[in-house]
């Protein structure tokens, strides 16, 4: 049982609780304390060798995610009018859920169609660039002072 997965994990964890010392060379890479080692001891047993690869560090879910049913109305919303913007499209849904379920904010809202590329970015001014005086470039002589 002396494969190597996880960063050492399984070298460690797999062997009897003794010999830790061996261990060791793996606490830079694998933060080594007594609560870790149990946790990922448990998870072997229940799921063998495969537990002790990496996983994926994504949530699971997310808090504050909108529903799914509001963010397809937005959606929908803006497909139908398509010159319609976030604030618009907000106060139709609070006029049309009423107390249902919670309106989003119009950022929220604008969000959800950057996401869904449903929104055109702003034109983008050209600044003008600063260009020199004629006195910088020699052209006019300098006012003589005295």
Same mark, same amino acid.
């Given at each position: 049982?002396?494969?190597?997965?996880?960063?050492?994990?399984?070298?460690?964890?797999?062997?009897?609780?003794?010999?830790?010392?061996?261990?060791?060379?793996? @606490? *830079?890479?694998?933060?080594?304390? *007594? $609560?870790?080692? &149990? $946790?990922?001891?448990?998870?072997? %047993?229940?799921?063998? #060798?495969? !537990? /002790?690869?990496?996983?994926?560090?994504?949530?699971?879910?997310?808090?504050?995610? @909108?529903?799914?049913?509001?963010? $397809?109305?937005?959606?929908?919303?803006? %497909?139908? %009018? *398509?010159?319609?913007?976030?604030?618009?499209?907000?106060? #139709? #849904?609070?006029?049309?859920?009423? +107390?249902? !379920?919670?309106?989003?904010?119009?950022?929220?809202?604008? !969000?959800? &169609?950057?996401?869904?590329?449903?929104?055109?970015?702003?034109?983008? +001014?050209?600044?003008?660039?600063?260009? +020199?005086?004629? /006195?910088?470039? +020699?052209?006019?002589?300098? =006012?003589? =002072?005295?």
């Amino acid at each position: 049982m002396e494969r190597e997965f996880g960063n050492g994990r399984a070298s460690s964890i797999c062997r009897p609780f003794t010999g830790w010392r061996e261990h060791e060379r793996c @606490l *830079p890479v694998f933060r080594d304390i *007594p $609560q870790n080692r &149990l $946790q990922i001891f448990h998870r072997y %047993k229940e799921h063998g #060798l495969e !537990a /002790l690869c990496g996983r994926s560090r994504r949530p699971v879910r997310y808090a504050n995610q @909108l529903p799914g049913r509001i963010e $397809q109305m937005i959606v929908r919303l803006k %497909k139908e %009018k *398509p010159h319609w913007g976030a604030r618009k499209i907000r106060e #139709l #849904l609070v006029r049309r859920l009423a +107390g249902d !379920a919670r309106i989003p904010a119009r950022s929220t809202v604008h !969000a959800v &169609l950057d996401r869904h590329g449903l929104v055109k970015r702003g034109r983008q +001014g050209r600044r003008n660039k600063a260009e +020199g005086t004629a /006195l910088e470039w +020699g052209q006019a002589d300098p =006012i003589p =002072i005295g």
